[in-house]
């Protein structure tokens, strides 16, 4: 069982940038692969980016998001991050973590049914 936290949501400006953290405990996290996702008001959850477990180290992203927001993931402290720059109101929405045991590289990650842990979401509202 793993269990995720995440931290650093909240509002911000168009054009700024906020960096979500995942707290995970429970297993050996540099075994787990680490996404995100996120789900805006009135729309399925989407695919936002990927890290593969620490035996991979590779990373992969949803076209929206790429060139602008960065994860990565310290093993050290059991956490993955979200750095997202240039933010647009479009990034609108509740972002969640989840941790898969599946040792596939990144682009294998991108949808939801890879990951049997969630977090219970964080708010980002970007204002126009």
């Known amino acids: 069982q793993v269990q995720l936290v995440e931290s650093g949501g909240g509002l911000v400006q168009a054009g700024g940038s906020l960096r979500l953290s995942c707290a995970a405990s429970g297993r050996t996290f540099s075994n787990y692969g680490m996404g995100w996702f996120r789900q805006a008001p009135g729309k399925e959850r989407e695919f936002v980016a990927a890290i593969s477990w620490s035996g991979g180290s590779t990373t992969h992203y949803a076209d929206s998001v790429k060139g602008r927001f960065t994860i990565s993931r310290d093993n050290s402290k059991n956490t993955a991050y979200l750095q997202m720059n240039s933010l647009k109101p479009e990034d609108t929405a509740v972002y969640y973590c989840?941790?898969?045991?599946?040792?596939?590289?990144?682009?294998?990650?991108?949808?939801?049914?890879?990951?049997?842990?969630w977090g219970q979401g964080t708010q980002v509202t970007v204002s126009s």
């Open positions: 989840a941790a898969t045991p599946l040792p596939l590289a990144a682009q294998a990650l991108g949808v939801m049914s890879r990951f049997d842990y």
